[in-house]
């Protein structure tokens, strides 16, 4: 299953949508600069091809990373936020240069972005995000947010947008089939995985204790390889609904 982990954590947690058109003409995601995105705290236009990346979500740093940009400040693991490992960087990322810039993303702290220069600030996945910081951080760069709400665009959608605020959809475009091809592959070597259920949802203190909606994007990426979530869980989740929130 390493392969297709990967290029679905790669995809995978990122909360956005399809780009709104740009106001000057151009067609989403072709590259072409200025260009107007929807956020879900209004909209963010960005002048030209960005150099120097903060990317505040854990996904963010994982699709702007594999699509080759420059990124100078990432989040750190939750691993090394707990203080249980020593790795601030995430296992399906490659390593990050020397002079990163790591910020908790339990505790966002603006000044720290701000330190690092970025032209482009890319939070489709902080989870800790809210319209009081948008407006923090907008004033240091052009912000891109999820457009409807947190982890609830599909990992298509999310590649593509962090692929049109870079400037490069190509790569998004290259990085979607790669998740495409390691996932059709998985369900060749493992075919006794369709019609198998599965049970996803967040830890606490060592219980359990969300179920997550069918919508999620790691419950659509389960539903990828032929599993289905436990109908017990999903009628549980269908009476008390949870937050969709990724983990």
Request: charged share 20%; with cysteine; proline share 7%.
């Amino acid at each position: 299953m390493a392969a297709v982990l990967v290029g679905a954590l790669l995809l995978a947690g990122c909360a956005s949508g399809p780009a709104a058109p740009s106001t000057d003409g151009s067609a989403p995601g072709d590259g072409a600069f200025p260009v107007t995105m929807h956020n879900a705290y209004g909209d963010v236009a960005i002048k030209k091809k960005p150099e120097r990346i903060a990317a505040l979500g854990y996904a963010d740093v994982a699709l702007a990373s594999a699509m080759g940009a420059e990124v100078v400040l990432v989040p750190e693991s939750f691993t090394s936020v707990a203080g249980v490992g020593d790795d601030k960087n995430l296992p399906y990322i490659d390593p990050l240069p020397e002079d990163t810039t790591w910020v908790n993303p339990m505790s966002i702290n603006v000044e720290q972005v701000a330190s690092t220069k970025p032209d482009l600030i890319l939070a489709t996945a902080a989870f800790t995000l809210d319209e009081a910081m948008y407006q923090q951080l907008s004033d240091i760069a052009p912000v891109v947010t999820y457009e409807k709400g947190l982890y609830q665009a599909a990992s298509k959608e999310s590649a593509v947008r962090v692929g049109q605020a870079l400037g490069d959809p190509g790569a998004a475009d290259q990085l979607i089939q790669q998740a495409d091809d390691a996932i059709a592959k998985t369900k060749e070597e493992l075919p006794n995985l369709d019609g198998g259920t599965f049970l996803y949802g967040q830890a606490r203190d060592g219980v359990v204790v969300f179920l997550v909606d069918q919508e999620n994007v790691t419950a659509r990426f389960m539903q990828q390889l032929g599993l289905v979530s436990s109908p017990r869980s999903r009628n549980s989740a269908d009476r008390a609904p949870c937050p969709a929130r990724s983990t």
